[in-house]
């Protein structure tokens, strides 16, 4: 199973916690979705089991657990 990182944006608080543990994978920026608050973004185009561990790091650091591991296919469906 090919695993990806999944940003809840509805729960996401914009802290800046995953992007600076892995910002190989995270960056946060506004999203006009939310009325330009700050929010997470994976960067799925980005290999991510190779540096699993930090993913892994970030997802179990961020304060409000917005951070989940999903399948590849399911989160290029969002």
Not at 13 to 21: A, H, L, P, W
Not at 41 to 68: R, T, W
């Amino acid at each position: 199973m090919v695993r990806k990182a999944f940003v809840d944006r509805e729960i996401c608080i914009g802290c800046n916690v995953c992007s600076n543990e892995c910002p190989e994978v995270f960056v946060v920026k506004e999203d006009p979705e939310y009325d330009n608050s700050f929010k997470s973004f994976p960067n799925n185009a980005v290999e991510q089991e190779p540096i699993a561990a930090k993913v892994q790091k970030a997802i179990d650091l961020c304060p409000v657990q917005c951070i989940s591991w999903k399948e590849k296919q399911a989160v290029e469906q969002k």
